[in-house]
Each structure stands twice: as C-alpha cells, then as structure tokens.
C-alpha cells in the first residue's frame, strides 16, 4: 500500500478577531493513510475542558478549529499537527482579540486579464479588516469551492485563486466579497481566455504616395500619351509608293529620294506603261521631276536640182 507523509497544501493563517465574536482556524493536509490530528494553545493541548465551547473538526482533508465567542484571555499562537506513520507535519498562527473594528478594505484589488488556452492563471487580491472578514471568490455570480482545478490559497492578508489549465469557457467576470461583523468590500475584474483558433490578426500594410508622385506620375502618362497619338499620327501619314511592280515604302522623317533622269529612248513609249508611270507620280506626295525628251531634227531631204 502507497502512503504518504502529512504535507499542508493550506496552512494555517492568522486572524484578528473583535471581542465577543467568534474566531476560525482552518488548514487543509494530504496524507495517505488519514492523519491524527491535534490542536496547540502556547504549546498546550486543546480541547473542550481545556478551552470551553471550542468546536474541532476534520473531515476531507480539512482541519478546523473553531471558538464562538473569543475575548482577550483567548489571544495566542494556535497550532495544528497532523501525524500518521510515514511522519508528521504542523503548521501554526496567531489570535488577535481586539475591542476595535475596521471594515474590510483592499490594499490589492483584482486585475482583468488574457490567457491563452491551457495556460495558469492567478487571480490576487490584498484585503484587511477587523475582524478578520470572510474572503470568497465567484465567477459570474456563482461561488468558487477550492478544488484541485481552482484552488485558493491564503497567506496572511494575501488571497489568491489559481486556475490550474484555464479554457474558454472559464472567461468571464471574476470578483471577490470580503465581509467582516462591521462592513463588507468587493472587488471585480474580467477574465479573457483565448482559444488555439483564435489568433492575433496580423497588421495590414499600407502604401502612402505623395501628392508629389502622383502629379508627376501623371504628368509623364500625359506625355507618352501625346507622343504615342502623334506616332499613330505620322504612321497613317506614311504611304507606300509602287512602281512597276515594286513595294517602295516612304519614311516620314525622310525626303523621298530623286529619281535620275531616264534616258531618252528613240522608241516611242508604250501606252501601258506610260499609264504605270503616270499613276506612280500621281500617289508620290513628292513627284520626280524628269528631264524632258531631248526633240530631234530631221532635216528635210535636199531635193536634186532638175536637170
């Protein structure tokens, strides 16, 4: 069989009480088997003879000592121990009875917070008063039991509850009420647990242009533009020249070219082809000029004097 030495997973703290009221202590053991446990006034053994009306419990692990009505003879150092046969362990606090009140008051109050998925959260808050009040944790307006998913811890005016693997359906709005015989005090905050789906939107990016680039960017479209339309322009000006046959295609940024001078043929021209020609210096936007036919002589026979 496993055992297990007494460990205190809560100990004892310390309380102010007010006189005439009553006065609790409560710590809470692990131990495998069940501990015996007993309880110390200054190093003196209690019980009901020895301290009338005092109630002692343990039960679920949870130590409790409880006094109904406390006055001043009542102040000391209460201790609990716990023993079992893998060994022992004790904790220890004191007892404050005094005729002064102060209602409960936060020194630290609860923060909202974010939390991924799985993760631990702690929830702290610092609070006093006289009598020491009654601090308790709820969630939505339900009350939070320690338990091995939400614990709460003590320490002196130090109460914390700690969510050991926090999941969505945990968020919510989170708040602690301490009360005492003269007041009560609460403290509120949210609690955000972001699921793994849920994922930080990524920043988008901007691209800013000046009116300076967009004057000039479209004041060089303008330019091409006129350049482009006035291309299309002298290109539909151009033409092609035929001649015989030939494709001849004239620039326009150049001068058509000369045509030299034909030679004068002694045969007459034919018909079709002086029409070829004709069409030809009709379509040239600059006709050849041709040297005219040199026109020749012919001197009459010299008639034969009559005999």
Request: charged share 20%; aromatic share 4%.
């Amino acid at each position: 069989m496993t055992t297990k030495a007494p460990t205190f997973t809560q100990p004892l703290q310390s309380v102010v009480a007010l006189e005439g009221s009553a006065a609790t202590f409560e710590a809470h053991i692990s131990a495998i088997p069940v501990p015996e446990v007993s309880w110390y006034r200054d190093g003196q053994v209690l019980s009901a003879a020895t301290l009338p009306g005092v109630q002692i419990s343990f039960s679920d692990g949870r130590a409790k000592l409880v006094i109904p009505a406390v006055t001043a003879a009542y102040s000391g150092r209460y201790t609990v121990q716990a023993t079992n046969g893998s060994g022992q362990a004790t904790s220890t606090a004191e007892l404050l009875v005094t005729a002064e009140t102060a209602p409960p008051n936060f020194s630290q109050r609860l923060q909202s917070t974010t939390a991924r998925q799985g993760s631990q959260v702690r929830l702290d808050v610092r609070v006093t008063g006289i009598p020491t009040p009654v601090v308790k944790f709820y969630r939505d307006g339900a009350e939070i039991h320690s338990s091995p998913d939400f614990q709460i811890l003590h320490e002196g005016d130090l109460y914390s509850l700690i969510i050991a693997e926090a999941y969505p359906e945990d968020s919510g709005t989170y708040s602690v009420n301490a009360t005492n015989s003269v007041g009560r005090a609460t403290s509120t905050a949210e609690l955000l647990v972001q699921g793994e789906e849920e994922a930080v939107p990524a920043k988008k990016t901007k691209t800013i242009v000046s009116t300076a680039q967009i004057t000039q960017t479209t004041r060089q479209a303008r330019v091409e533009k006129k350049i482009e339309a006035h291309f299309d322009a002298r290109t539909l000006a151009a033409a092609e020249v035929v001649i015989e046959g030939a494709a001849i295609q004239q620039l326009p940024h150049k001068a058509p070219p000369r045509m030299p001078p034909r030679p004068a043929s002694k045969s007459p021209t034919p018909p079709i082809i002086a029409a070829k020609v004709q069409m030809a210096r009709q379509q040239s936007p600059s006709p050849v000029r041709q040297s005219p036919s040199p026109v020749r002589h012919v001197r009459a026979p010299t008639p034969s004097p009559v005999r």
